[in-house]
């Protein structure tokens, strides 16, 4: 019912910057959380971000004050604007959302979206 796309990942070099995007589209009604989880290489998959639809925001320590996630509630779209990147920072970056269905409440997954973080 609900479908996530991610877009905007890519190379970038260390230091650098890179704004991810994730768009939910489908018959769903009310998106509660939105968020990004990262997974590289060999380890488990990482929480990294989340927003509220009231905008409050959590992230994950070894992200905070480089990241910022935000949203559009009208668009059900969630942002991840990414700075001062590292090498860490490197994985495949996807985008949740937990939907409000009315009888039922159910968690998305976008497909994913890579980022490199090299020189």
């Known amino acids: 019912q609900v479908q996530l796309v991610e877009s905007g990942g890519g190379l970038v070099q260390p230091g650098g910057s890179l704004r991810l995007s994730c768009a939910a589209s489908?018959?769903?009604?009310?998106?509660?959380?939105m968020g990004w989880y990262r997974q590289a290489p060999g380890k488990e998959r990482e929480w990294v971000a989340s927003i509220t639809s009231g905008g409050t925001t959590n992230y994950v320590e070894s992200v905070k004050g480089r990241f910022t996630v935000s949203r559009d509630n009208a668009k059900n779209t969630v942002n991840l604007q990414m700075n001062s990147l590292k090498s860490e920072d490197t994985a495949v970056y996807y985008c949740y959302c937990t939907a409000d269905h009315g009888t039922y409440v159910k968690g998305y997954w976008g497909q994913g979206t890579q980022v490199t973080v090299s020189s």
């Open positions: 489908g018959s769903m009604f009310s998106i509660s959380v």
